[in-house]
């Protein structure tokens, strides 16, 4: 039989995806991503984006970005470890473990990229890494790059972990074992059970890792998921990005010095893949040090976050177990899912469906993501258009 050519692989799928209403449509926006944005001259309320405390488009960060351009050029020049490493990336660093209260921390580009090599840079093919079912795409390609068995436990199920923690160290088959999760669950908004993970890995002697991009600025006074539960000795990978609420680019690992250390010389793409650009490590570093002095930030987040989630509920939305203000509106179908979606941008609200393989096939959901610069007024047009289009499509 004649094997398929690449075209007619990718035409065969690319229309099987649109006819089971799962294939993603890109807008390009025309302006920043703040609380309004415009598409294709259109503007509207935007509810999709994980600029969570509105920092993406904050003078102070614009500021330091600007003067770290005049000072350093727009590019690091460099991988990290030959001589890419400026004294910013340092700076920040130094700011980022203070801010999770570590010996340590080291930063990467993304928040991808830092699960995938630090993941790898610890657990080889004699571990196993115990993952919970709804873990980001990230931290499930780190695993699998690290070769390491990889043991699913149910979402935030401890009995599930309790028991898969067990039979793996019982096996005595692996040399060193893992648990890692969310921090906070982006497609749900809800929070990982940190207290109960890390008393199930001192009994298992499980290596603990948090990926806290969705918690960072968001919980524990803004420290994070691990701080919130007053856990930051007790974890040892205490993983986040820079990229949502830090409001630019990047990703990190904080915890203790050897732990560090060692990612420093073992992580790929820390030594494989050219240091954060200056502007963008220069702003991370202002936004972080914002952090540190003030929830005034914080505090406007999770006052808009409160108010959309009990308007929506009242109006008779499903939004879930959210504990933070994350709000899924679920609508189950995937091609309703998408079409619920489209009428709300049609009335001006950008409020992006998550359909399958985002998450579990027949809970499509329409995620608003409300942040600290949206105002009372802004939350109201959107809980209006809620309401239309929600009676309009048999929703509520
Ligand atoms: N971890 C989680 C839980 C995420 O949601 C994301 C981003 N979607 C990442 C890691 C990757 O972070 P970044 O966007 O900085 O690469």
């Given at each position: 039989m004649p094997s398929k050519t690449l075209d007619q692989y990718l035409q065969e799928n690319l229309q099987d995806l649109k006819n089971r209403g799962l294939y993603n449509v890109i807008d390009p926006l025309d302006s920043a991503n703040g609380p309004i944005i415009e598409i294709s001259g259109r503007e509207?309320?935007?509810?999709?984006s994980n600029n969570y405390?509105?920092?993406?488009?904050?003078?102070?960060?614009?500021?330091v970005a600007i003067e770290a351009v005049q000072e350093y050029g727009v590019g690091a020049g460099a991988v990290r470890t030959i001589n890419g490493t400026l004294n910013l990336h340092v700076k920040l660093e130094e700011k980022l473990a203070e801010f999770k209260n570590t010996e340590a921390a080291i930063a990467f580009q993304s928040g991808f990229n830092c699960n995938m090599g630090a993941i790898s840079a610890v657990m080889d093919k004699n571990d196993a890494i115990l993952s919970d079912e709804l873990n980001h795409?990230?931290?499930?390609?780190?695993?699998?790059?690290?070769r390491a068995k990889i043991i699913r436990f149910n979402h935030s199920d401890m009995d599930d972990l309790r028991a898969k923690a067990k039979e793996a160290k019982e096996s005595g088959q692996y040399k060193k074992i893992m648990v890692i999760t969310d921090g906070v669950f982006s497609m749900d908004g809800d929070i990982a059970k940190l207290p109960e993970i890390v008393e199930i890995a001192k009994e298992y002697d499980l290596i603990t890792y948090v990926d806290?991009?969705?918690g960072s600025g968001v919980l524990g006074k803004g420290a994070g998921t691990v701080k919130h539960f007053g856990l930051s000795d007790q974890v040892d990978?205490?993983?986040?990005?820079?990229?949502?609420?830090i409001g630019v680019l990047g990703g990190y690992v904080?915890?203790?010095k050897d732990l560090i250390d060692w990612l420093k010389v073992r992580a790929r793409p820390f030594l494989f893949s050219t240091a954060l650009s200056p502007a963008d490590t220069a702003a991370c570093l202002k936004a972080v040090s914002i952090l540190m002095n003030s929830t005034e930030l914080q505090d406007k987040l999770w006052e808009n976050g409160r108010y959309l989630k009990k308007s929506l509920k009242d109006l008779g939305f499903d939004i879930g177990q959210s504990e933070t203000p994350i709000t899924p509106c679920i609508i189950g179908d995937e091609v309703k899912t998408q079409e619920f979606s489209k009428r709300l941008n049609e009335e001006g609200v950008y409020a992006k469906s998550i359909v399958f393989p985002t998450v579990p096939?027949?809970?499509?959901?329409v995620r608003n993501m409300p942040t600290a610069a949206h105002t009372k007024e802004m939350l109201d047009r959107v809980i209006?258009?809620?309401e239309k289009v929600g009676k309009e499509m048999g929703v509520i």
């Open positions: 509207l309320i935007n509810l999709s405390l509105g920092l993406a488009t904050d003078e102070r960060l614009k500021e795409a990230s931290i499930i390609d780190g695993c699998r790059l690290s806290d991009a969705h990978f205490q993983m986040g990005t820079l990229s949502k609420a904080a915890g203790k096939r027949g809970t499509g959901r209006s258009i809620y």
